[in-house]
């Protein structure tokens, strides 16, 4: 029996180890962190979104330019494969308004609970607190646990070590050397699903910091989608579902140019000419903060937002309402890299065949978030993850009936 080492005990770690345990293998899974799943119990706390409902060709186009790697291990584990995954662990889904799937329980504990329990019925071994540090030659895992140093002897090894956010949930992107040193082929880590900094004001900074604002559209000056839904307002700038929806065109704009500057709508469902019919319907000597409360019912949090330009606020209603329907925010730069809900970045695809192996580590496999691709929040994160988990073990099972490892050793 072949022994399979799995090293991340994420989504796409478990999904490998759980194929190939169904595939007749021997796995261990390494984990550095004390449980397993720690970034999918934070993603749970809002309600775990596991994947999308829209038709597949659509959901595909997430996916970007990546569409052509990730297409294959998206299609063999699709979103309705992942629905119909969760329901036989006891976890039945529902579709949300806006077309998410989320576990009727709405958090990710009971789903891991089960799938824990399935993994150990199939006889999969699961080692918490132990680091991968490298090889120790062909075939030997180096790894680090409380009881010290130690070697695992593999056949193949798959690689779910995550991305380069939540340092502290366990993805810190510390991996991108060790595999750059065996001249595997890497992009730069990049923020994704991310706030950004702009050079608020101390009164709204300190003021506003933590508010949302709901009921809004963003359009980035000079080009690019209109996306509706809400933002936060943070002491550094701004983030929130909206903005991350926006974030690959603003993290590169800003890269090419410097900043980029986002127009705000604060009433996406009023037209100019309605806005300026309604202002006008105010007296005259109305404060700025009563006409436009009266008015519109602008929150005090959109009013500061109003006052941000190096000039007042035009007080002519037709003014008013061409800035109430495009208020400009210059962004300065995307949030951290460990603030980021996701990367871009990392292993790219002409580093890996068709099976998800390396091509300078013969017998090594790579899934999840450590490869180069990046999508929006909606539940295509998670799907992905679970795909190319599942893909890069029948990667490995594939590579082992042919002879792979008696053509290659595994590890360096």
Same mark, same amino acid.
């Given at each position: ?35 397993i ?20 060709d659509?959901? @595909?186009? &997430? ?11 998206? &299609? ?12 036989? @662990? ?15 329980a ?17 006889? =999969? ?6 680091d ?16 010290? /140093? ?15 956010s939540?340092? &502290? ?27 950004? *900094?702009?050079?608020?004001s101390?009164?709204?900074?300190? *003021?506003?910091?933590g ?6 559209? !963003? ?31 603003l993290?590169d ?7 980029v ?15 300026? /019919?309604?202002?006008?319907? =105010? ?22 937002? !109003? ?14 309402? *061409? ?11 995307p ?12 292993? &790219? ?21 450590? !490869? ?33 490892? /008696? ?6």
């Open positions: 029996m072949a022994h399979i080492v799995v090293i991340g005990a994420g989504p796409a770690g478990l999904a490998a180890a759980e194929a190939l345990a169904a595939g007749g293998c021997a796995v261990t899974v390494l984990e550095r962190m004390p449980t799943g720690r970034k999918m119990l934070m993603a749970g706390r809002g309600g775990l979104n596991l994947t999308h409902s829209e038709p597949l659509r959901f @595909l186009t &997430r996916y970007g330019a990546a569409r052509p790697w990730l297409e294959s291990a998206v &299609r063999a584990f699709s979103p309705d494969d992942l629905r119909a995954w969760a329901a036989a @662990l006891g976890q039945p889904c529902f579709v949300g308004s806006s077309g998410r799937v989320f576990p009727q709405m958090k990710a504990s009971p789903l891991l609970r089960a799938w824990g329990a399935r993994l150990a019925e199939r006889g =999969v071994t699961i080692l918490t607190r132990h991968w540090t490298g090889w120790d030659g062909p075939g030997r895992v180096r790894v680090v646990s409380p009881q010290g /140093e130690r070697v695992l002897v593999a056949d193949a090894v798959v690689l779910a070590l995550g991305g380069a939540w340092a &502290r949930l366990g993805a810190d992107g510390a991996w991108a050397g060790r595999l750059a040193g065996e001249g595997v082929d890497l992009a730069p880590f990049r923020p994704a699903n991310c706030g950004f *900094r702009t050079n608020w101390d009164t709204l900074r300190d *003021r506003f910091a508010t949302p604002l709901r009921g809004i559209a !963003l359009t980035p000056e000079g080009g690019g989608p209109t996306v509706r839904g809400e933002a936060v307002v943070t002491a550094q700038g701004l983030e929130g579902g909206a903005v991350y929806a926006l974030s690959a065109l993290r704009r800003i890269a090419a140019e410097g900043q500057r986002l127009l705000v709508d604060l009433r996406p469902d009023m037209t100019e000419a309605a806005v300026a /019919e309604r202002l006008a319907r =105010v007296r005259g000597r109305e404060s700025l903060s009563n006409t436009l409360r009266k008015a519109l019912r602008l929150p005090p949090v959109a009013v500061a937002l !109003l006052r941000e330009g190096p000039d007042a606020p035009p007080r002519d209603a037709a003014s008013l309402a *061409r800035l109430i329907k495009a208020v400009p925010v210059t962004l300065t730069a949030d951290s890299l460990d603030r980021a809900i996701s990367v871009a970045g990392g292993v &790219r695809a002409d580093a890996v065949d068709a099976r998800f192996m390396l091509r300078a580590l013969p017998g090594v496999f790579v899934a999840g978030e450590m !490869l180069d691709w990046e999508a929006p929040t909606g539940g295509y994160l998670l799907q992905a993850c679970f795909a190319t988990g599942r893909a890069a073990a029948r990667g490995v099972l594939d590579w082992l009936q042919e002879g792979g490892k /008696e053509r290659y050793p595994s590890c360096p």
